[in-house]
């Protein structure tokens, strides 16, 4: 018995010690895999930071509206008789429009006119005796009394008949008719739409923050999409009061030469233009890096430099670091697919305003850095790269509008 149980035992611990010896052997191979192991080289596509000329907007929203546009009524009621016009069609100003049933009127006019031609004879027989010293004056004053009643009642009934017949205010593209022959229309009854599509005008809020940055007379632009924006124009309106529940200010902006491809109603991204301004340092968008722990950029040194250079130094604003990116530049700029290797440094950076896809940098690098624009997501402080410009975010980006 006692030397079965000194058998088994020696079996457990021939077992144990083996397994232990394994899990030794195996953890020393991976840790000699991992010490011998080259270090990964990531392509990467890289933007030399250069001073620019920055042009800073204030961004909006806006809605298209013509410079004359109006919805047609009627002002008194009757049966439409005529409609003379189809929806588009391009009318001037006078135009008749639509025409009422108005034999009423025509015939009260009528009756009018004959009572002011005979008040009208009857004024000048009365003058005509005052003259020659047989009428009296009250006879005369009588006459003229009635013939001006007359001529009054005559332009009163003329003004009727005139309501009966609906004129274009001012030239213009008529919309779709919404009456219909022999419809029985009240005062206020909308015909159709009429709009002046030769000069629009555009109507947005803006913060009250930007209210000292707006002019009259100042610049925009404006299309249906931010990155399209063809048409121009300039503020000709700026509300003086500040709307206390919104705290945005009215900007009202006239565009010329739309070309027909804007309508009133339609939404409208805008951009009014601030004076330009000389040496800002600005890199695309892609290129800045958003963390907790801040915003920040991958900028590049030769990889020869990595022994011979602190990391503290290389996320310095200047000095060494800055030579070094400066060296980089010159080897990297039109290196797409080279074999040069470069070292990552983890920059952390101030950015500014944005606009067009750039981003201004306040703060952190200098003309003459490269960053990386693209593949950042793979990186880490002290990475390898190598450079390949042949295709850039910006380009992926105008190729898919």
Do not use: C, H
């Not at 008789?81 to 009423?104: H, K, M, P, T, Y």
């Not at 022994?307 to 060296?327: C, K, L, R, T, V």
Request: glycine share 8%.
């Amino acid at each position: 018995m006692i030397k079965r149980f000194i058998i088994a035992f020696i079996l457990v611990a021939v077992i144990a010690g083996g397994l232990v010896g394994y899990n030794l052997f195996r953890d020393r191979m991976i840790e000699q895999y991992f010490a011998t192991m080259p270090v990964p080289t990531l392509t990467v596509s890289t933007t030399t930071v250069e001073p620019s000329t920055w042009t800073p907007s204030i961004d909006a929203i806006g809605t298209m509206g013509a410079a004359n546009g109006v919805d047609l009524t009627v002002e008194t009621n009757g049966i439409v008789e005529e409609i003379l016009f189809q929806a588009n069609s391009r009318v001037q100003a006078g135009d008749v429009l639509l025409r009422l049933d108005d034999e009423a009127q025509k015939a009260d006019l009528a009756a009018a006119q004959t009572q002011a031609a005979l008040d009208q004879q009857s004024l000048e027989r009365a003058r005509a005796l005052q003259q020659r010293g047989v009428g009296s004056q009250s006879s005369l004053d009588e006459a003229e009394a009635a013939a001006a009643a007359s001529a009054a009642r005559v332009q009163s009934l003329q003004a009727a008949l005139n309501q009966k017949v609906l004129r274009a205010p001012f030239s213009g593209t008529i919309g779709i008719p919404r009456i219909d022959l022999g419809q029985y229309l009240t005062p206020g009854t909308r015909v159709a739409t009429l709009q002046d599509l030769d000069t629009m005008r555009v109507d947005f809020t803006v913060p009250e923050q930007r209210f000292e940055e707006l002019k009259i007379g100042q610049p925009i632009r404006l299309g249906l999409t931010e990155d399209d924006m063809p048409f121009t124009g300039e503020i000709i309106g700026i509300d003086p009061k500040i709307d206390p529940a919104t705290r945005l200010v009215s900007v009202r902006a006239e565009v010329s030469r739309p070309e027909g491809r804007l309508n009133p109603g339609q939404f409208v991204r805008v951009k009014v233009e601030l004076p330009a301004e000389e040496n800002v340092i600005a890199i695309p968008q892609t290129a800045l890096v958003t963390s907790l722990y801040g915003d920040y950029v991958y900028r590049l040194r030769p990889a020869e430099e990595e022994a011979g250079a602190p990391a503290a130094a290389n996320q310095g604003e200047g000095g060494e670091a800055a030579q070094e990116s400066g060296a980089a530049s010159e080897t990297s700029e039109g290196q797409a697919g080279s074999d040069q290797v470069f070292v990552i440094d983890q920059v952390f950076v101030t950015p500014g305003r944005r606009s067009n896809r750039s981003v201004e940098i306040e703060k952190g690098i200098e003309a003459g850095d490269v960053v990386v624009n693209a593949g950042q997501n793979r990186l880490s402080n002290g990475a390898r790269v190598r450079i390949d410009n042949s295709v850039q975010p910006t380009q992926i980006g105008s190729s898919n509008r």
